[in-house]
């Protein structure tokens, strides 16, 4: 258990079809390989533990960065950045701060 417990845990999980897709748009627009925040919560890091497969990267998001990925993403992408911006959006409009992790499990 952390001494100074996070704010900060799991809200929602979102899967993509395409990995290597996601990738590829992190890296062009300038976002991808970040190194998680060292205070993600307990839950997130339990989370893990039951996923099959290696974790191989994993970076971080706010919305602004999704404003970035926007024109360079494919239509299925667009959607899923749109969605994600909701859900982040719903968060901040709600008084929380928010934040996107992203892990590639393989």
Known sequence: MPEDPSPWQ???????????ELL???????V????????LS????????????????????????LSRMQPHATPELKGRINAWDAFAGA?????QASRLIIWFIR
Request: aromatic fraction near 6%.
């Open 42 to 65: 307990t839950l997130v890091s339990a989370d893990l533990l039951f996923e099959d497969g290696d974790i191989t990267g994993k970076t971080w998001l706010t919305r602004p960065d």
């Open 24 to 30: 590829e748009l992190l890296e062009v627009s300038g």
């Open 91 to 95: 968060l901040e409009n709600a008084g």
């Open 10 to 20: 799991a809200e929602a999980r979102f899967m993509v079809n395409n990995a290597d």
């Open 32 to 39: 991808a390989g970040r190194p998680h925040p060292p205070q």
